[in-house]
Antibody, heavy 119, light 106 residues
Framework: QVQLQESGPGLVKSSETLSLTCSVSGGPVTSGSYHWNWIRQSPGKGLEWIGNIYYNEKTNYNPSLKSRVTISLDWPKNQFSLKVTSVSATDTGVYYC???????????WGLGTLVTVSS | SYEVTQPLSVSVALGQTARITCAGDNIGDKNVHWYQQKPGQAPVVVLYRSTNRASGIPERFSGSNSGNTATLIISRVQAGDEADFSCQVWDKSVAVFGGGTKLTVL
């Protein structure tokens, strides 16, 4: 059974860097069958895609966030990570990691982790 | 950049059919995926590639996609179907989500 779990600080100060990790169990992140995604949801708002990474470390990012976002893979730990620099209050929200299958759907999601940016 | 638009809310009587739309330029040429999200929970995929039910999703859930509109159809709506529903497509390796539709069961 595939499971994903987000971890990281729940509180980040404005202008600093948000760092989260997604731990994957039930399958290797090095599988060529999947992309590994980060999505966020601001309070009371819709889902916003942040970016993804493939087993060969090729990444794609949301153009609106690209200048501040880095997604990386840690295959020995079977994890992938997200960094968002220069955060502000608009970066507050629940951050999800998710597995993307070949047809493009996100079939397994983590439970999500709330990150609050404080001034 | 590509955009998809959903109605903010849809209301339907218990046992009736709900239709939730996702509008985008020539969206019929794209694969549309639909997610259901209940309060405090992560999204769950209900349909993939516009018309295919994900594992464990009841046959009451179906979809269509043509022209500029994709539609999620929920037949014989139950109280437990009340949730937010979001559509998602890919455009040039970028995922695009609709703003989400709150389904209310009356």
């Amino acid at each position: 059974q595939v499971q994903l779990q987000e971890s990281g600080p729940g509180l980040v100060k404005s202008s600093e860097t948000l760092s989260l990790t997604c731990s994957v169990s039930g399958g290797p992140v090095t599988s060529g069958s999947y992309h590994w995604n980060w999505i966020r949801q601001s309070p009371g708002k819709g889902l916003e895609w942040i970016g993804n990474i493939y087993y060969n470390e090729k990444t794609n990012y949301n153009p609106s966030l690209k200048s501040r976002v880095t997604i990386s893979l840690d295959w020995p730990k079977n994890q992938f990570s997200l960094k968002v620099t220069s955060v502000s209050a608009t970066d507050t929200g629940v951050y999800y990691c998710a597995r993307e299958v070949e047809v493009g759907a996100l079939d397994y999601w983590g439970l999500g982790t709330l990150v609050t940016v404080s001034s | 950049s590509y955009e998809v638009t959903q109605p903010l809310s849809v209301s339907v009587a218990l046992g009736q059919t709900a239709r939730i739309t996702c509008a985008g330029d020539n969206i019929g040429d794209k694969n549309v995926h639909w997610y259901q999200q209940k309060p405090g929970q992560a999204p769950v995929v209900v349909l993939y590639r516009s018309t295919n039910r994900a594992s464990g999703i009841p046959e009451r859930f179906s979809g269509s996609n043509s022209g500029n509109t994709a539609t999620l159809i929920i037949s014989r709506v139950q109280a437990g179907d009340e949730a937010d529903f979001s559509c998602q497509v890919w455009d040039k390796s970028v995922a695009v989500f609709g703003g989400g539709t709150k389904l209310t069961v009356l």
